[in-house]
Protein backbone atom coordinates (compact mmCIF):
# COMPACT_ATOMS: atom_id res chain seq x y z
CA UNK A 1 0.00 0.00 0.00
CA UNK A 2 1.00 3.65 -0.29
CA UNK A 3 3.36 4.76 2.71
CA UNK A 4 5.36 7.46 3.68
CA UNK A 5 7.82 6.64 6.59
CA UNK A 6 10.17 9.60 8.30
CA UNK A 7 13.29 9.07 9.79
CA UNK A 8 16.60 10.87 11.00
CA UNK A 9 14.93 13.02 13.63
CA UNK A 10 16.77 13.28 16.67
CA UNK A 11 17.86 15.80 19.59
CA UNK A 12 20.75 18.65 18.22
CA UNK A 13 22.04 21.39 19.48
CA UNK A 14 21.78 25.24 18.11
CA UNK A 15 23.76 26.14 15.07
CA UNK A 16 23.97 22.46 14.23
CA UNK A 17 22.80 20.37 11.01
CA UNK A 18 20.89 17.31 10.64
CA UNK A 19 19.44 15.64 7.94
CA UNK A 20 15.28 13.80 7.32
CA UNK A 21 14.70 10.98 4.97
CA UNK A 22 11.38 10.16 3.77
CA UNK A 23 11.16 6.44 2.12
CA UNK A 24 8.60 6.34 0.02
CA UNK A 25 6.46 2.86 -1.19
CA UNK A 26 3.67 1.61 -3.11
CA UNK A 27 3.17 4.14 -5.82
CA UNK A 28 5.36 5.27 -8.74
CA UNK A 29 7.32 7.95 -6.69
CA UNK A 30 8.95 10.03 -9.66
CA UNK A 31 6.08 11.60 -10.61
CA UNK A 32 4.79 12.84 -7.73
CA UNK A 33 5.89 16.46 -5.70
CA UNK A 34 6.45 16.07 -2.45
CA UNK A 35 5.85 18.29 0.60
CA UNK A 36 7.16 19.10 4.45
CA UNK A 37 5.43 20.32 6.72
CA UNK A 38 6.12 20.50 10.81
CA UNK A 39 4.57 20.85 14.03
CA UNK A 40 5.47 22.51 16.78
CA UNK A 41 4.67 21.07 20.15
CA UNK A 42 1.13 22.07 21.00
CA UNK A 43 1.46 24.01 18.09
CA UNK A 44 -0.72 23.85 14.50
CA UNK A 45 0.77 22.81 11.08
CA UNK A 46 3.30 24.59 8.89
CA UNK A 47 4.43 24.36 5.87
CA UNK A 48 7.63 24.13 5.33
CA UNK A 49 9.09 23.13 1.48
CA UNK A 50 7.50 21.19 -1.58
CA UNK A 51 10.14 20.02 -4.21
CA UNK A 52 8.93 18.66 -8.05
CA UNK A 53 8.43 15.54 -9.30
CA UNK A 54 11.99 15.63 -10.72
CA UNK A 55 14.17 17.75 -8.39
CA UNK A 56 13.77 20.69 -10.27
CA UNK A 57 12.14 23.00 -8.53
CA UNK A 58 11.98 23.82 -4.89
CA UNK A 59 9.60 26.12 -2.50
CA UNK A 60 10.13 27.11 0.88
CA UNK A 61 8.74 28.87 3.78
CA UNK A 62 9.76 32.14 4.77
CA UNK A 63 10.86 30.76 8.27
CA UNK A 64 13.45 27.99 6.62
CA UNK A 65 14.40 29.67 3.23
CA UNK A 66 18.37 29.84 3.26
CA UNK A 67 18.67 27.28 5.98
CA UNK A 68 16.76 24.37 4.81
CA UNK A 69 17.11 22.35 1.29
CA UNK A 70 14.91 19.75 0.14
CA UNK A 71 16.00 17.40 -2.43
CA UNK A 72 14.80 13.65 -3.73
CA UNK A 73 16.41 10.51 -5.00
CA UNK A 74 13.74 9.13 -7.10
CA UNK A 75 16.08 5.76 -7.66
CA UNK A 76 16.04 5.31 -4.18
CA UNK A 77 12.04 6.68 -3.83
CA UNK A 78 13.62 8.79 -1.12
CA UNK A 79 12.85 12.42 -0.01
CA UNK A 80 15.34 14.19 1.95
CA UNK A 81 15.18 17.44 4.36
CA UNK A 82 18.94 19.28 4.65
CA UNK A 83 18.09 21.52 8.05
CA UNK A 84 21.24 24.07 8.78
CA UNK A 85 21.61 26.23 11.09
CA UNK A 86 18.80 24.83 13.12
CA UNK A 87 17.28 27.14 15.60
CA UNK A 88 15.12 26.36 18.95
CA UNK A 89 12.18 27.15 16.98
CA UNK A 90 12.86 24.34 14.41
CA UNK A 91 11.59 22.07 16.93
CA UNK A 92 8.65 20.15 15.65
CA UNK A 93 7.74 16.79 14.42
CA UNK A 94 8.22 16.62 10.90
CA UNK A 95 5.68 15.20 8.58
CA UNK A 96 6.40 14.40 4.61
CA UNK A 97 3.65 14.37 2.81
CA UNK A 98 2.43 13.40 -1.12
CA UNK A 99 -0.36 14.87 -3.16
CA UNK A 100 -3.04 12.81 -4.77
CA UNK A 101 -1.95 14.54 -8.39
CA UNK A 102 0.96 13.73 -10.31
CA UNK A 103 3.15 16.00 -11.14
CA UNK A 104 1.59 19.28 -10.14
CA UNK A 105 2.62 20.87 -7.07
CA UNK A 106 -0.71 22.74 -6.55
CA UNK A 107 -2.25 20.31 -5.09
CA UNK A 108 -3.38 19.57 -1.04
CA UNK A 109 -1.48 16.71 0.66
CA UNK A 110 -3.85 13.23 1.21
CA UNK A 111 -1.20 10.77 1.74
CA UNK A 112 1.12 11.50 5.06
CA UNK A 113 3.92 9.72 7.15
CA UNK A 114 3.88 8.99 10.87
CA UNK A 115 6.51 12.25 11.47
CA UNK A 116 9.94 12.44 13.08
CA UNK A 117 10.15 14.67 16.11
CA UNK A 118 13.47 17.28 16.07
CA UNK A 119 14.48 18.39 18.91
CA UNK A 120 17.10 21.41 18.70
CA UNK A 121 18.38 22.03 22.25
CA UNK A 122 21.77 22.89 23.68
CA UNK B 1 2.16 35.29 1.49
CA UNK B 2 -1.50 34.38 1.91
CA UNK B 3 -1.91 34.56 5.49
CA UNK B 4 -5.58 32.61 6.74
CA UNK B 5 -7.20 33.34 9.99
CA UNK B 6 -9.47 30.84 11.45
CA UNK B 7 -12.86 30.77 13.98
CA UNK B 8 -13.55 30.50 16.10
CA UNK B 9 -10.67 29.17 18.33
CA UNK B 10 -12.68 26.51 19.84
CA UNK B 11 -16.22 25.28 19.14
CA UNK B 12 -18.14 23.34 21.82
CA UNK B 13 -20.56 21.31 20.47
CA UNK B 14 -22.87 17.89 21.40
CA UNK B 15 -22.86 15.18 18.97
CA UNK B 16 -25.80 15.12 16.07
CA UNK B 17 -24.99 19.10 16.35
CA UNK B 18 -24.03 21.22 13.42
CA UNK B 19 -20.42 22.53 13.23
CA UNK B 20 -19.84 25.77 11.02
CA UNK B 21 -15.94 26.46 10.91
CA UNK B 22 -14.75 29.68 9.18
CA UNK B 23 -10.96 30.43 7.29
CA UNK B 24 -10.49 33.50 5.98
CA UNK B 25 -7.81 34.44 4.08
CA UNK B 26 -6.03 37.97 3.08
CA UNK B 27 -5.77 38.29 -0.37
CA UNK B 28 -8.00 36.15 -2.21
CA UNK B 29 -7.52 32.46 -3.03
CA UNK B 30 -7.35 32.20 -6.95
CA UNK B 31 -9.47 29.11 -8.37
CA UNK B 32 -10.67 28.23 -4.81
CA UNK B 33 -7.67 26.29 -3.96
CA UNK B 34 -8.32 25.82 -0.39
CA UNK B 35 -8.18 23.25 1.69
CA UNK B 36 -9.48 21.55 4.63
CA UNK B 37 -7.63 19.06 6.88
CA UNK B 38 -9.01 17.00 9.90
CA UNK B 39 -6.20 16.01 12.67
CA UNK B 40 -6.54 14.22 15.85
CA UNK B 41 -3.71 14.05 19.01
CA UNK B 42 -0.96 11.91 18.19
CA UNK B 43 -1.98 11.75 14.75
CA UNK B 44 -1.09 12.57 11.03
CA UNK B 45 -3.55 15.65 9.33
CA UNK B 46 -6.26 14.08 7.07
CA UNK B 47 -7.50 15.85 3.99
CA UNK B 48 -11.28 16.30 4.10
CA UNK B 49 -11.93 18.72 1.47
CA UNK B 50 -10.00 20.47 -1.43
CA UNK B 51 -10.82 22.94 -4.53
CA UNK B 52 -12.94 24.20 -1.19
CA UNK B 53 -16.03 21.60 -1.75
CA UNK B 54 -14.65 18.35 -3.15
CA UNK B 55 -14.38 15.87 -0.86
CA UNK B 56 -11.06 13.67 -0.51
CA UNK B 57 -11.61 10.24 -1.18
CA UNK B 58 -13.54 8.11 2.05
CA UNK B 59 -14.49 11.38 3.71
CA UNK B 60 -18.29 10.85 4.60
CA UNK B 61 -20.87 13.23 2.99
CA UNK B 62 -21.75 15.05 6.31
CA UNK B 63 -18.21 17.09 5.35
CA UNK B 64 -18.91 20.09 3.37
CA UNK B 65 -17.03 22.89 1.93
CA UNK B 66 -18.07 25.94 0.11
CA UNK B 67 -16.93 29.38 -0.31
CA UNK B 68 -14.41 31.05 -2.97
CA UNK B 69 -12.36 34.25 -3.27
CA UNK B 70 -11.20 35.54 0.91
CA UNK B 71 -14.01 33.56 2.45
CA UNK B 72 -14.39 29.90 3.14
CA UNK B 73 -16.63 27.31 5.04
CA UNK B 74 -16.51 23.93 6.89
CA UNK B 75 -19.84 22.65 7.44
CA UNK B 76 -20.17 19.39 10.01
CA UNK B 77 -23.97 18.64 9.06
CA UNK B 78 -24.40 16.06 12.16
CA UNK B 79 -21.11 15.53 14.22
CA UNK B 80 -20.40 12.25 15.19
CA UNK B 81 -18.17 11.33 17.98
CA UNK B 82 -15.21 10.56 15.95
CA UNK B 83 -15.40 14.09 14.49
CA UNK B 84 -14.20 15.99 17.37
CA UNK B 85 -10.42 17.20 16.46
CA UNK B 86 -8.82 19.78 15.32
CA UNK B 87 -9.67 21.31 12.38
CA UNK B 88 -6.64 23.32 9.67
CA UNK B 89 -7.43 24.81 6.40
CA UNK B 90 -4.47 25.48 4.22
CA UNK B 91 -4.29 27.31 0.60
CA UNK B 92 -2.34 25.90 -2.35
CA UNK B 93 -2.84 29.18 -4.55
CA UNK B 94 0.73 30.06 -4.07
CA UNK B 95 3.79 29.87 -1.88
CA UNK B 96 4.44 29.63 0.46
CA UNK B 97 1.25 27.01 1.13
CA UNK B 98 -0.28 28.45 4.06
CA UNK B 99 -2.22 26.67 7.19
CA UNK B 100 -4.53 28.22 9.21
CA UNK B 101 -3.53 28.15 13.05
CA UNK B 102 -6.59 25.50 13.25
CA UNK B 103 -9.97 25.04 14.67
CA UNK B 104 -10.48 22.63 17.84
CA UNK B 105 -14.08 21.10 17.87
CA UNK B 106 -14.39 19.65 21.48
CA UNK B 107 -17.43 18.12 23.39
Known amino acids: QVQLVESGGGVVQPGRSLRLSCAASGFTFNSFPMHWVRQAPGKGLEWVSV????????YYADSVKGRFTSSRDNSKKTLFLQMDSLRAEDTAVYYC???????????????WGQGTTVTVSS | EIVLTQSPGTLSLSPGERATLSCRASQSVSRSYLAWYQQKPGQAPRLLLYGASSRAAGIPERFGGSGSGTDFTLTISRLEPEDFAVYYC?????????FGPGTKVDI
Open chain 1, 97 to 111: ARPPSYYDIFYPMDV
Open chain 2, 90 to 98: QQYDSSPFT
Open chain 1, 51 to 58: VSYDGNNN
